[in-house]
């Protein structure tokens, strides 16, 4: 079976602190894809990056920055230097190689920037 | 460019009533289509999703289910809501025919009282 696990509920920090949001999955594929998504308070989320699981480059997106390590199957999602606009619930996802692209949701991390 | 929409918008239904939820994806052809619903404070739950039209596959038992009448319209129904149907439903599309990412609508949100 497939699992994500974003352990951390809520992260309060102070504007141009950085922070780092937890993502842990399970998976016995060897082929699969990882997923970051950010639900502002509209609701709608929007996709952030795709990270398949041959390539374990991080990447950096602007302020944006992504930690993919098999070893520990973690795919922490770094914000430098943070602004008010960066608040929403973040959303680690997973999927296999099978079945129609099904996606697995973490719970999400609600993330609150302050000024 | 491809855009994905879900009405209604937001919508308060007493329990045992029906319920209609629609979703349609423009600029695309041929999509997976998917349901999913939060529950408040909680994750997205995948409820439906669908490869062609008239193929649904039920993720979770519940009294919800789904038709796909064309190729880019998504429909969401229940015969009568229950209490614990409240919630904020997600349509989402993904490509048919690759391992791309999935694109999400604005949402609805329903309140069954």
């Known amino acids: 079976a497939q699992k994500v696990t974003q352990a951390q509920t809520e992260i309060s920090v102070v504007e141009k602190e950085d922070v780092t949001l937890d993502c842990v999955y399970e998976t016995r594929d060897t082929t699969y894809y990882l997923f970051w998504y950010k639900q502002p308070p509209s609701g709608e989320l929007v996709f952030l990056i795709r990270?398949?699981?041959?390539?374990?480059q991080n990447e950096i997106s602007g302020r944006y920055s992504w930690n993919f390590q098999k070893s520990t199957s973690s795919f922490n999602f770094t914000i430098t230097a943070s602004q008010v606009v960066d608040s929403a619930v973040y959303f680690c996802a997973l999927r296999g190689i099978q079945g129609a692209q099904k996606l697995v949701f973490g719970q999400g991390t609600r993330l609150t920037i302050n000024p | 460019s491809q855009t994905i929409h879900q009405w209604p918008a937001t919508l308060v239904q007493p329990v045992g009533s029906p319920l209609s939820l629609e979703c349609t994806v423009e600029?695309?052809?041929?999509?997976?289509l998917y349901w999913y619903r939060q529950a408040a404070g909680r994750g997205l739950q995948l409820l439906f999703y669908?490869?062609?039209?008239?193929?649904i596959s039920s993720e979770v038992p519940q009294n919800l289910s789904a038709s796909r009448p064309q190729d880019r319209q998504f429909i969401l129904s229940s015969k009568k809501l229950l209490l614990s149907d409240s919630g904020f439903y997600l349509c989402a599309w993904s490509v048919g025919t690759s391992v791309d990412e999935q694109f999400f609508g604005p949402g609805t949100r329903l309140t069954v009282l």
């Open positions: 990270r398949n699981s041959f390539d374990e």
């Open positions: 669908s490869v062609g039209i008239g193929q």
């Open positions: 600029g695309t052809s041929n999509p997976n």
